[in-house]
């Protein structure tokens, strides 16, 4: 396990709610890979016989971004935050290296974590309805998936960054009060 300092980015939760150690905390963006909500949450934000949904990248044109926060974690923490994020993402995602930009244009190399398709969580794409659908009647252990949904909204508000994908599904969500 690395005891070298690494950048942790940040596309989901973490953007909201580090639970991590870190030393430097920057606004980032990763080119080609967009943010989808297509991967199965049965132990976060659902339960084993009712997921909810979560977010995963999946790569696409080289014109699509995904932004987020990238985490400077020191050489100290790295090991315990490595097997604490490995266990923590058990249900399906998996370590990727990945180059991000600043909004000053510098690069930083960086850990994500993401969830391909056909994993056993996989959920996979569907009709944007059915997503708000299955997100607004989720619950699990860390709390509704409604609010997952919102508070990603927010934070990416907050980031000044467009993401379509999310903001249809937080219009829907507001429009449906169950
Ligand atoms: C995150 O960026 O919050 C995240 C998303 C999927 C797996 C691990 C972390």
Request: glycine share 8%; hydrophobic share 40%; proline share 7%.
């Amino acid at each position: 396990m690395s005891a070298n300092p690494f950048w942790l980015f940040g596309y989901g939760s973490l953007i909201w709610k580090p639970d991590l150690p870190y030393s430097d905390r920057v606004p980032a963006r990763l080119r080609g890979w967009s943010r989808r909500f297509w991967q199965g949450s049965h132990d976060h934000r659902g339960l084993p016989d009712a997921p909810g949904r979560v977010v995963t990248l999946v790569e696409s044109a080289p014109d699509c971004c995904c932004d987020g926060i990238a985490y400077r974690v020191p050489a100290d923490a790295a090991a315990a935050v490595l097997a604490g994020l490995d266990h923590r993402e058990k249900n399906g995602y998996e370590r990727h290296r990945v180059n991000l930009a600043t909004r000053n244009g510098d690069a930083i190399e960086a850990l994500i974590y993401v969830a391909a398709p056909g994993n056993f969580a996989w959920l996979g794409p569907a009709p944007l309805a059915a997503i708000a659908a299955q997100i607004a009647g989720a619950h699990g252990p860390s709390g509704s998936n409604r609010e997952y949904l919102q508070r990603l909204a927010e934070s990416l508000r907050l980031l000044d960054s467009d993401d379509d994908h999310v903001f249809a599904l937080e219009a829907l969500l507001s429009s449906d009060r169950t």
